[in-house]
């Protein structure tokens, strides 16, 4: 098993422009979380999702969007990237009563 | 509002000495709290505290829940270099099964 994978690693963006950040994990599990942890701070859920065709709201959404059409993806859109989405963004995932599994991680500069 | 608090932010002693990392919390629908470590990347999972008492031990690492007051601690003995990382609480909500982290405690351990 690949675990919990997520593309890129780092990316540069400027302000106004949009991109997709991409996860996937190969452990069948339902439950998947993007989080987002600025420097010397604890992780923000942006948004999760139950299972396939469901998604909510975590702390921090704005900003974002997320779909969930199959159980291995869980693309995290940004639209209209501002300097206040600097951050390194995590993905998880688990299947009760597991731990969750977090991907390495998506390094994104906004300027 | 869910909340996980740990303190202290940051701690610096040195190698051999005994360190405890605490953490509050206030959740509606508590189901599990757990721990990571995180070195410059994604969290490592440590421990998944359910039941109140019970202590879990991982080597040097110790930790043990108080769900009637609602604190959790982290107990690591005779420190190394190696355990210097920020240490993050979390909390799992039972009905929305997401997430809740703390800002973490960043730890070092001089030699």
């Known amino acids: 098993n690949a675990g919990v994978t997520q593309t890129p690693k780092f990316r540069i963006l400027k302000i106004g422009q949009s991109m997709t950040l991409q996860c996937a994990q190969d452990?069948?599990?339902?439950?998947m979380y993007w989080y987002r942890q600025d420097p010397g701070m604890g992780l923000k859920l942006i948004y999760y999702s139950v299972g396939a065709g469901i998604t909510d709201k975590g702390e921090v959404p704005n900003g974002y969007n997320v779909s969930r059409s199959t159980t291995e993806d869980f693309p995290l859109r940004l639209e209209l990237a501002a300097p206040s989405q600097t951050s390194v963004y995590f993905c998880?995932?688990?299947?009760?009563?597991?731990?969750?599994?977090f991907g390495p991680g998506t390094r994104l500069l906004v300027l | 509002e869910d909340k996980v608090v740990q303190s202290p932010l940051s701690l610096v002693v040195h190698e051999g000495d005994t360190v405890t990392l605490n953490c509050s919390y206030e959740v509606t629908n508590f189901r599990s709290l757990l721990w990571y470590k995180q070195e410059k990347k994604a969290p490592t999972f440590l421990f998944m505290l359910?039941?109140?008492?019970i202590e879990k031990k991982s080597g040097r690492l110790s930790s043990i829940l108080d769900k009637k007051e609602l604190f959790s601690i982290l107990n690591i003995t005779a420190t190394q270099t190696g355990d210097s990382a920020v240490y993050l609480c979390?909390?799992?909500?039972?009905?929305?099964?997401?997430?809740?982290f703390g800002q973490g405690t960043r730890l070092t351990i001089n030699p």
């Open positions: 998880a995932s688990f299947r009760d009563p597991e731990t969750q599994y």
């Open positions: 359910t039941s109140s008492g």
């Open positions: 979390a909390v799992r909500d039972a009905r929305a099964q997401k997430l809740v």
């Open positions: 452990m069948n599990h339902n439950y």
